[in-house]
Structures are given as structure tokens and as C-alpha cells.
Nanobody, 121 residues
């Protein structure tokens, strides 16, 4: 059974870069048709898909934050990482990593418990 676990600092200062890592166990991040995503939920708001890295290494980003976002992976550690630059208090949210599978359409297979990130000086 696949498990995902987010890790990273819980507090980031404005203008800095937020960096989070998702460690995957129970399955390889290079397995065909798996898409490893980052999703966030600001307080009192809905879920926002931020981007994904595919099993192939291709990356996809939400247009609204594409200029500030980078997703990479370390296949030797079975991890993928989110970097969000120039953060502001509006980036305060619970951040989740998740796996989407593709078989004709995308569907959410599993996700981590989430990690709170607060942007504050």
C-alpha cells in the first residue's frame, strides 16, 4: 500500500523559498502512469492543485503560480520536492502531496496527511 509523507519547515519568512519534500513508500515514483502532485489548502479556502511530476519526469504547473513553482524528484530516494519562491502570507496553507493515476482519465489514488506551512516574519 502506497504511503506519502510530507516534510519541511513549518514557518517560512516572506520573500523566501518554501521547500517541501514528499517521501513515497510502497511504490516507485517511476511507475508508469503515476503523477505525483502537490496540492494546498489555505485557511478557509478550497483545495488548489499546484503542480505535478510524472512518472517520466515531466512536470506540470498551475498557470496561476507557474512562475514561482518548481517540482523535482530524487528517484534514488523515492522522493519528490516542491519549491515555491517569493512566498507571501497568502501562501500560508496546509500542503499535501498526492498520487494521481491515469487510465483514460486522472483520478486521485492517495495522499499524505498534509503539513502546515505558515508564511510570516
Amino acid at each position: 500500500q502506497v504511503q506519502l509523507q510530507e516534510s519541511g519547515p513549518g514557518l517560512v519568512k516572506p520573500s523566501q523559498t518554501l521547500s517541501l519534500t514528499c517521501t513515497v513508500s510502497g511504490g516507485s515514483i517511476t511507475t508508469n502512469y503515476y503523477y505525483w502532485s502537490w496540492i494546498r489548502q489555505p485557511p478557509g479556502k478550497g483545495l488548489e492543485w499546484m503542480g505535478a511530476i510524472a512518472y517520466s519526469g515531466s512536470t506540470y504547473y498551475s498557470p496561476s503560480i507557474k512562475s514561482r513553482t518548481s517540482i523535482s524528484r530524487d528517484t534514488s530516494k523515492n522522493q519528490f520536492t516542491l519549491q515555491l519562491s517569493s512566498v507571501t502570507p497568502e501562501d500560508t496553507a496546509v500542503y499535501y502531496c498526492a498520487r494521481f493515476d491515469y487510465s483514460g482519465s486522472y483520478y486521485l489514488h492517495s495522499w499524505g496527511q498534509g503539513t502546515q506551512v505558515t508564511v510570516s516574519s
